[in-house]
């Protein structure tokens, strides 16, 4: 997926967490739509979640934000 960005705009890196693969699938899907936000990757629980995360992110974490819905 190829994301463009306007000059100025930053945008959120999203990994989707969640047990159920369709609602994981969803979410994705909803990403794709969106022009501020983007999906980098998925997991199913919380430790595969962390682990990703570890693996994703840049020297710096500027914001986490968990949300169980």
Same mark, same amino acid.
Do not use: F
């Given at each position: 997926?190829?994301?463009?960005?306007?000059?100025?705009? &930053?945008?959120? &890196?999203?990994?989707?967490?969640?047990?159920?693969?369709?609602? &994981?699938?969803?979410? &994705?899907?909803?990403?794709?739509?969106?022009?501020?936000?983007?999906?980098?990757?998925?997991?199913?629980?919380?430790?595969?979640?962390?682990?990703?995360?570890?693996?994703?992110?840049?020297?710096?974490?500027?914001?986490?934000?968990?949300?169980?819905?």
């Amino acid at each position: 997926m190829m994301v463009s960005v306007q000059k100025g705009m &930053r945008m959120i &890196r999203t990994l989707v967490v969640d047990d159920h693969p369709m609602i &994981r699938q969803t979410l &994705r899907q909803y990403l794709e739509t969106s022009t501020d936000a983007w999906c980098v990757g998925e997991a199913a629980n919380g430790v595969e979640a962390v682990d990703l995360a570890l693996q994703l992110m840049s020297t710096t974490v500027e914001n986490w934000t968990l949300i169980d819905v």
